[in-house]
């Protein structure tokens, strides 16, 4: 027996609207915003820094992402802050990273070939392999560290791993963290102190991906 549909919508208009927020996730550059947003809220002028666009473009990608309902926005005088609308949007981001490391050449050989690089060539360590009696360092900026971060870890960031890698204890055995797997921080910092003789590894996951998995439990502001 044929129902009435007395909504005028039909399964299309379900699938349509679903895709509306599947192609908010479908550019680069809002992925990149999504993966600095999963370490720490921000405001539009910082993201637009850290990614290098300009701030109209930034602002307008941003736009897109929150008509999606991905991220929330709060106000602080003439700022505008962005950050995700909860941590199932870093499922939605890893989910759609592994079946695309999976099944897509392309973007295998171009992650390789990124971390791949002389500078970024450093041994990597999986994060359950990580024992209380490593030293551990993140190396995101600190803003990033203080909402969230690995249980124990000591903040260095990249720019100051020069100035303060003396504070690392003699012998020990370092782990290195950044924002997620795409991001080459942790592999730069443990290449520059392995040039040093000190015993450096990267793990090869990082925040966006344990706010994601649940499989560490962070520390959180």
């Known amino acids: 027996m044929k129902k ?19 192609k908010a996730v479908a550019n680069g550059r809002r992925l990149e915003l999504l993966e ?7 405001a539009v002028e910082d993201l637009a820094r850290m990614t290098g666009m300009a701030i109209t473009t930034t602002s307008a990608h941003l736009q897109t992402l929150k008509r999606a309902g991905l991220v929330l926005t ?24 592994r079946v695309a490391l999976a099944h897509n ?3 295998q050989a171009t992650l390789q070939t990124y971390m791949g690089e002389p500078r970024a060539q450093s041994p990597t360590i999986d994060p359950a392999a990580v024992t ?26 990249l720019d100051e791993i020069e100035e303060r890698y003396t504070e690392i ?19 730069e ?19 966006i991906e344990w706010r994601a998995n649940k499989d560490i439990i962070l520390n959180i502001a």
């Open 74 to 97: 709060r106000r602080q005088r003439t700022s505008i802050y962005y950050r995700l609308a909860g941590d199932d949007v870093a499922e939605l981001y890893t989910a759609a990273k």
């Open 36 to 42: 600095l947003m999963a370490q720490n809220e921000h």
């Open 132 to 157: 209380s009696d490593m030293f551990v360092v993140d190396v995101r900026p600190a803003d990033e560290y203080e909402t969230a971060h690995f249980p124990g870890a000591v903040s260095i960031p």
């Open 4 to 22: 009435e549909n007395i909504s005028g919508l039909s399964r299309a208009d379900v699938f349509d609207v679903f895709a509306e927020v599947m």
């Open 169 to 187: 204890p003699p012998g020990s055995e370092v782990v290195l963290y950044c924002r997620g797997e795409l991001c080459r921080f942790a592999r």
């Open 105 to 107: 050449p392309k973007l």
């Open 189 to 207: 910092a443990a290449v520059w102190l392995r040039e040093r003789g000190i015993d450096a590894k990267a793990m090869d996951e990082g925040i």
